[in-house]
Every structure is written in C-alpha cells, then in structure tokens.
C-alpha cells in the first residue's frame, strides 16, 4: 500500500517532504554524562578532496550502551551522528561501509551493529544536499574519537571530532522531552545529549524548526513537473503532483535505490529479474519516448539481432531504417573476450555469456551526437522494451557486468548511467567483487 507524501509547503519548497523516514536515534545508557559529547556543528572540516564533499559530526556517545548491546571486555561501542554536504551537482551514493574512525589508537572499520540498528546511512545524496548518518564503531576501551573518515571516489573525507565539548546541561528538573515547553527551553532536558530541534523526540511537536537542524532537514525548492530523474527524485518533492514522492513515486522505482517501508521497495527489482522479450509486442512501442542523446544524429530504428559478439557488441539487421550491420553500445564497456587463445579478461566470458540471450531478439536502437566510430560501428542505446529499465546498458551495469566508459560527444544519458555503475560498485555485484 503507498502511502501519500505530506503536501509540500507553499507548493514550491519542501522542508522535510516526501518519503525520507526521520531517523530515530538510539537512547544510549549514561553512567557519566562527560561520555556523550555534542559537537552541534562547530567542527572543522578536512576535504582532501576539495570543498565538493564534507562530513559534519553532530555528535558521539561514548561507550555506547544499550539492552543486549555489550563491547567485548577491552573493547567499547561509539555511536556518531553526522551530516554529509554533496557541494557537487551531481548525486552522491552514501553507502555505511564508506565510514571509518581515526582515534589515538588508530583508524577502525565502521561496526556490523550499524546494519542492525540503523537504516538512515543508506541513499543516494542529491546534488546540493545534506543528508543525516548515525554510525556505530567498536574500538579499545579508553580510545579516543578524533576523526570520522568517509571514502568517495574523489578520496577521503575527514570530519573533525571535539572530544572536550560535553552535552548540553541537563535543565534544574530533568524529565521527557515531549511537550511544547521541554521543546523549546533549551535545555537537554532527557538527558539524551541534544535539545529542541536536534532532539528527535521534538520533531513532532515542533513545526518551525530551521532548514539545516535535526528535526528541520534540508531546505529544498521543488521544481515541478516529471518526476523520473535523479535530481527529482531525491528533493523529498512531489514534482508531478500526484501526492507521491521519490521512493513512494512507481515513477523513481527505475532511477534509484530505496529503502524497506516505499513503494519502490516492495516492488520487484527489474535489474535482478530474467530480461523479459516481446518481439511481437515491441514494434508497438513509441520509440520517440525513449530516452535518447540530447541531439541525436538518427531517429531510432527497430532492428533484429543476428549475432552476439561479446559483452557489448553485437550484429543487426533493420527491420526499420536503414541501420545494420555491428553496434557498439554508447557509455558501457565490458571486460575483453580472448580470441585466438588469448586469456580473457576478468568476467569477459560472463558478460558475453550473458549478452547471447539477445540474439535472434528485435531492439529498439537510439542514438546520440554521434553515430559510428572509427572502426565503423553503430553507437546506439539498445531497448528490449519500452520502459527506461529495459535498456540493455543499465542491466550490464547494475548486474555488474560492465563500467561506465564515455563516449565522446556520446554521454547524453551519463547522469543515469554514472548513478547504476554507483549502485552496483557499492553492492559488489558482478566484477565489482570478482575482479580485483
């Protein structure tokens, strides 16, 4: 069952719109106070690459303690609430795995109980965004926090911890932080380490919350219209007005990943499912919907395939137009088949393996600025179907089955492509864990 998205204010601007679950942070047990420290923002920042990425720590609670939750003896649990700023314009995946903790002792992986107690350090992070991370590490008893370390494909990023700033002052008569005065006196007044609207007891019952803190979010303009591209389908926004957003929208199911409790969720992943042909139906198909290159140098052509070269190359005839002979795939490239005796590359039979099943298949071929290469192939995108998941590149990518490789002049559907090799990098799947 899909569950509408709260109208977005104004129409225009979303605080806290759409299907982003507000994490619930855990409620550490305390036996010293000076343990649960409170950064609130006021750390620095090393980007070591650059300014395009940061990492903010909220805070940390150190050991972390809770029912069922115990360190081995030498060891302690550290819990850590951080921000992670996307400058860039283009999406950002933020996978818990990337996550790292330098202390004096050293630098430690980010602990397995991240999995099993939080879900809110999983997502594709817009262009422009900020977006909360709460991280569990296990470290030696007495160690010290200094650095949170998150890994991108530019390079790390390092978010400064204060180890001396402890948590705000408990008020004169602590008690629940659930009411409208409790919310607003700022004082920690549950003695959870934060107040008012970075408490996530409060964002209930606070509605004027500033864009940038816990119970506020990120403040974004909602641009209307098609909710089917990255960008609309990570600003929490209901652009196409049908009272359903990102991760609730069947229209985001195809573009990112989402998790437990959307609609996308729940409905089958068709880049895990067998390819699903229709000759018959596919010539019904109206290719002016497919996505293309910006300025195509063919309209799109139906073609029948008679042979299957390798990964990302076979051999058409045109049932339409008047291209034939071989395609080379636009933005893909899959491991090298040995010929002749030669060796084949890491997963190169697999990924041509895998490609046969389009032989003797009719496709959908559209175009980019380009049409051939210097070895007088076609350059096409190649479509089983006529939805945005049936195109054969997005399947050798998310399967794992190949890499982004951009063609000169011939990248017109890059962000898409550029955001699948992302999925499937962060999932190990395919070559990404076969091939070192």
């Known amino acids: 069952m899909r569950s509408a998205a709260l109208p977005c204010l104004a129409a225009l601007v979303c ?43 909220r805070s940390f609670t150190r050991p972390y303690q809770a029912e069922g939750i115990v360190a081995p003896q030498g060891q ?3 819990y850590i609430e951080a921000d992670v700023i996307n400058a860039e314009s283009t999406p950002l995946l933020v996978r818990w795995r990337g996550f790292s903790l ?21 997502y594709e992070l817009d262009g422009r965004g900020r977006k909360f991370c709460s991280l569990y590490f296990q470290v030696a008893a007495g160690a010290t ?44 007044n549950d003695g959870d380490g934060f107040t008012d609207c970075e408490d996530s007891d409060c964002c209930d019952v606070l509605s004027s919350c500033a864009p940038g803190t816990f119970c506020g979010g990120a403040m974004v303009e909602c641009v209307m219209g098609e909710e089917g591209s990255i960008a609309s389908c ?7 007005g049908n009272s359903y957003s990102d991760c609730n929208d069947f229209g985001c199911c195809d573009v990112r990943s989402c998790q437990a409790d959307t609609s996308c969720f729940s409905r089958p992943d068709p880049f895990v499912l067998p390819l699903a042909f229709n000759d018959g139906a596919i010539s019904g198909v109206d290719a002016s919907t497919l996505p293309a290159g910006p300025t195509p140098c063919h309209a799109p052509v139906l073609v029948y395939v008679t042979q299957v070269r390798d990964g990302d190359t076979f051999v058409v005839e045109a049932i339409t137009g008047d291209v034939s002979g071989p395609v080379r795939l636009i933005g893909v490239d899959t491991p090298e088949i040995g010929r002749d005796g030669a060796i084949s590359d890491c997963y190169g039979d697999e990924a041509g393996a895998w490609m046969q099943q389009v032989a003797g298949r009719t496709l959908w071929l559209t175009f980019d600025s380009e049409c051939t290469d210097r070895f007088d192939r076609n350059l096409a995108y190649a479509y089983y179907g ?32 550029d955001n699948d090799e992302q999925i499937a ?9 076969a091939c070192p």
Do not use: M, Y
Request: hydrophobic share 25%; glycine share 10%.
């Open 234 to 240: 990570n600003d929490g926004c209901d652009n196409d």
């Open 425 to 433: 990098r962060a999932a190990g799947v395919g070559l990404w864990t």
């Open 102 to 122: 330098q202390t004096d002792s050293g630098v430690h992986p980010v602990s397995e109980l991240t999995a099993q107690l939080s879900d809110t350090c999983n």
């Open 145 to 188: 926090p200094q650095t949170l370390i998150f890994r991108t494909p530019k390079g790390d990023v390092h978010g400064a911890i204060d180890a001396s700033r402890g948590p705000p002052a408990l008020c004169a008569q602590p008690g629940p932080e659930l009411d409208l005065a409790a919310c607003s006196d700022g004082c920690n």
């Open 76 to 78: 302690q649990h550290i």
């Open 386 to 417: 006529g939805r945005r998941t049936e195109l054969l590149q997005r399947h050798l990518l998310r399967r794992g089955f190949a890499r982004r490789f951009p063609f000169s002049g011939n990248d017109g559907l890059a962000e898409l492509l």
């Open 15 to 57: 605080l806290s719109c759409g299907d982003s679950r507000r994490p619930t942070r855990p409620s550490p047990t305390n036996n010293n106070s000076s343990n649960n420290n409170s950064s609130n923002n006021n750390t620095s920042n090393n980007n070591s690459s650059g300014a395009s990425v940061q990492v903010q720590v």
